[in-house]
């Protein structure tokens, strides 16, 4: 009995010192796909939408004073208005098939052929993409010069970074231009 007594508190100190000793794993932090300057785009985008919804509000509240905003700052919320505005059309352009995600971060007219009867739907799809990319434009424009570490990097690259974001927000069943230059339905 004196040995299983023995045997007991053995294991029982065995056990209290193990507890009491702590094993540190290493810390492991799992990153998301993004890169740096992906995060760095879309970072400075959502300030830009952010100052669009601010701007709103403020004329709301002070009425007829105007909000005293910059030339370029301004240029990028009449372009993100826009975009808002054309969101239905470009949404049904892309699942019609007329239009897809280059991988440059633009619109591309990819068939008209079915229109060809509607001449006027044909300038409606080419005005919207126009100004779209247009505004497209502009709001790039903005983010690589509002970003020290953007004016740094490749062109190619910031531009690729608009194309992904973009084609990661179409919808499935519309045209993507692979890095390659391929054509693909998402």
């Not at 054309?86 to 991988?103: H, P, Q, S, W």
Request: aromatic share 6%; glycine share 6%.
């Amino acid at each position: 009995m004196c040995t299983f007594k023995n045997l007991f508190i053995t294991k029982g100190m065995l056990l209290i010192l193990t507890l009491g000793c702590s094993i540190h794993a290493p810390e492991v932090r799992v990153t998301g796909e993004k890169t740096a300057l992906e995060r760095e785009v879309i970072g400075t985008y959502e300030e830009m939408e952010e100052d669009t919804w601010m701007i709103a509000s403020t004329r709301a509240v002070e009425g007829e004073s105007e909000t005293k905003v910059s030339p370029e700052k301004r240029a990028v919320l009449e372009a993100l208005q826009n975009q808002k505005y054309n969101r239905d059309d470009i949404d049904e352009f892309k699942t019609k098939g007329y239009v897809g995600e280059n991988n440059q971060g633009l619109l591309e007219i990819r068939s008209l052929e079915s229109l060809e009867q509607n001449p006027e739907q044909i300038e409606l799809v080419r005005t919207v993409v126009q100004e779209e990319n247009e505004n497209r434009k502009t709001i790039m424009e903005r983010v690589i010069e509002l970003n020290d570490s953007l004016k740094k990097a490749v062109r190619e690259d910031v531009l690729s970074i608009f194309a992904r974001i973009n084609q990661e927000n179409s919808d499935k069943g519309t045209w993507i231009q692979e890095p390659n230059g391929s054509w693909v339905v998402k």
